[in-house]
């Protein structure tokens, strides 16, 4: 696929009514705001040629720009991030090939794992949707253990077939470990920890959006579920972060858990990045260059 002609765009919603952390893309982090972190992490990440925030609110807008990011102002009545990518990515001057959902708080995202998915979609035309997951080791997975017995639902983890796709997203641990099983050995557990970052064909964004909820996607209230329901093949891509962390923000606790593994393991991009200029400048009236 010739650089430029079908473009790959990076969209990273963004909404200020979190309703766990009011104004969560502007919170400070170490110096810097979680959606400037976010924008310098999407930049560094090889062979994207547009890079964008999507967002309903001003004040996100104000200060994307201010940076030297580029914003599209997507409808209020976006009811989730997908829809807002979407509707972004429609605004742009040029359709995008792949539309690639980077999540505004993914604030300690490696740029290699996103630069993995957007390889995916370039070496193979027949992946609709892409999406990252990582080996858990003997330790994480006692650390989900630990947290799913004391009730929590963060964490999913995703079992996906020898071609790569998606078998089932779910918050429970699956595969099921049994007690003689894999990882109590040299063997490698059979687990994967779901990353939410996924890269769509256009067309398959269209389409995923457009579909009424299943049952399943109800019950766990995981929304790629929707995907499988409906028999669109998701292809989950093994990544590396490295030895760094990966850390949800969801709280005022979380921030400070972020700005601790920060200052342990540094930044993964330095402050003084040039932003790159999104190829695909949006058409939107009243957007400001």
């Not at 599209?72 to 990518?85: A, M, Y």
């Not at 539309?99 to 979609?121: E, F, H, R, S």
């Not at 006692?142 to 078998?167: P, Q």
Request: charged letters at 25%; glycine letters at 8%.
């Amino acid at each position: 696929m010739p650089r430029g002609s079908s473009p790959i765009a990076i969209i990273i919603p963004a909404r200020y009514g979190s309703s766990r952390l009011l104004g969560k893309p502007l919170a400070t982090i170490t110096g810097r705001t979680m959606i400037n972190r976010v924008w310098s992490l999407a930049c560094a990440a090889a062979g994207a040629d547009v890079v964008c925030v999507a967002t309903d609110d001003e004040r996100i807008a104000e200060h994307v720009r201010s940076f030297g990011g580029d914003v599209v102002i997507t409808p209020k009545e976006c009811t989730n991030g997908t829809e807002r990518v979407l509707a972004a990515a429609k605004m742009l001057a040029t359709t995008p090939a792949v539309v690639v959902n980077l999540q505004g708080d993914a604030v300690l995202t490696p740029p290699w794992v996103i630069a993995a998915l957007i390889d995916k979609m370039r070496q193979d035309p027949t992946v609709e949707i892409a999406t990252s997951a990582v080996r858990m080791d003997q330790r994480s997975y006692e650390a989900l253990r630990t947290a799913k017995g004391r009730g929590e639902v963060g964490g999913t983890t995703v079992t996906f077939d020898r071609c790569g796709n998606a078998l089932y997203f779910s918050k429970s641990i699956i595969p099921f470990v049994r007690n003689d099983g894999p990882g109590n050995n040299k063997d490698p557990l059979p687990i994967f920890r779901h990353i939410g970052l996924y890269a769509y064909r256009y067309e398959t964004l269209c389409r995923y959006v457009s579909l009424e909820h299943g049952p399943l996607e109800r019950s766990e209230n995981l929304e790629q579920l929707r995907a499988l329901e409906y028999g669109i093949p998701v292809r989950v891509v093994e990544v590396d972060y490295g030895g760094r962390t990966h850390w949800a923000v969801d709280s005022l606790d979380d921030l400070k858990r972020v700005e601790a593994i920060i200052a342990e393991e540094g930044d993964l991009v330095e402050a003084g990045l040039e932003p790159r200029s999104a190829g695909g400048s949006a058409t939107q009236s009243g957007e400001r260059p």
